[in-house]
Nanobody, 119 residues
Framework: QVQLVESGGGLVQPGGSLRLSCATSGIIFSGYAMGWYRQAPGRQRELVASTTSGGSTNYADSVKGRFTISRDNAKNTVYLQMNSLKPEDTAVYYC?????????????WGLGTQVTVSS
């Protein structure tokens, strides 16, 4: 059974930091691209950051220079370090695991963790 479990969300003041973690099980973690998405009320889910199985990273323009994605293949875990948080970063953050197959894409999601940036 595949599980992606996010943790580390919470309430933080503007300018603060949080570190999200996504612990996975049931997949060969090193073979998956991992990503963090977020969804704010009334808005579509959007990609925040991603890392390939080889460790290359990609970021949304809105978080470049503030957020850092990293992965620990030994712990089957992906992280999102979020610094200089802004109220517009408030959203539910979801972990995503993807693997391209010949027939399509295999994709798994976590249940999400709430991040609220407010004074």
């Amino acid at each position: 059974q595949v599980q992606l479990v996010e943790s580390g969300g919470g309430l933080v003041q503007p300018g603060g930091s949080l570190r999200l973690s996504c612990a996975t099980s049931g997949i060969i973690f090193s073979g998956y691209a991992m990503g963090w998405y977020r969804q704010a009320p009334g808005r579509q889910r959007e990609l925040v950051a991603s890392t390939t199985s080889g460790g290359s990273t990609n970021y949304a323009d809105s978080v470049k220079g503030r957020f850092t994605i990293s992965r620990d293949n030994a712990k089957n875990t992906v992280y999102l370090q979020m610094n200089s948080l802004k109220p517009e970063d408030t959203a539910v953050y979801y972990c995503n695991a993807e693997k391209e197959l010949r027939r399509g894409v295999l994709r798994y999601w976590g249940l999400g963790t709430q991040v609220t940036v407010s004074s």
